[in-house]
């Protein structure tokens, strides 16, 4: 069974700065689509950024390109987002998600088969 497990959200002032960390089973790391997603309050689940792990090759969202980081540790299995310059709309439920398909859209969350529980983040003003 794939297991994402999320962690590193925490209530932080604006401007500040977090990484989350998302743990992949073993055999849904190689050569797979990683993305983080986040949903505000009252509002749908959006894409943050993804990373092809074979290459690793990243891609972004409009809203975390030049302020959050993708990237991974190949051996720890783990995918990370770290987040800078942090703002209140920032303030969500992130989720780590995987992909069994053959073609994806990075950013869809559509072509996502696997979800972690998520990991909140709060950004005070």
């Known amino acids: 069974q794939v297991q994402l497990v999320e962690s590193g959200g925490d209530s932080v002032q604006a401007g500040g700065s977090l990484r989350l960390s998302c743990i992949v089973s073993?055999?849904?790391?190689?050569?797979?689509?990683i993305a983080w997603f986040r949903q505000p309050p009252g509002k749908e689940r959006e894409a943050v950024a993804a990373?092809?792990?074979?290459?690793?090759?990243?891609y972004y969202a409009d809203s975390a390109q030049g302020r959050f980081t993708i990237s991974q540790d190949y051996a720890k299995k783990t995918v990370y987002l770290q987040m800078a310059n942090l703002k209140p709309e920032d303030t969500a439920m992130y989720y780590c998600?995987?992909?069994?398909?053959?073609?994806?859209?990075?950013?869809?969350?559509?072509?996502?088969?696997?979800w972690g529980q998520g990991t909140q983040v709060t950004v005070s003003s």
């Open positions: 998600a995987a992909s069994a398909r053959e073609f994806v859209k990075p950013l869809r969350p559509e072509d996502y088969n696997y």
């Open positions: 073993p055999d849904r790391f190689s050569n797979t689509y």
């Open positions: 990373i092809w792990t074979g290459g690793p090759t990243t």
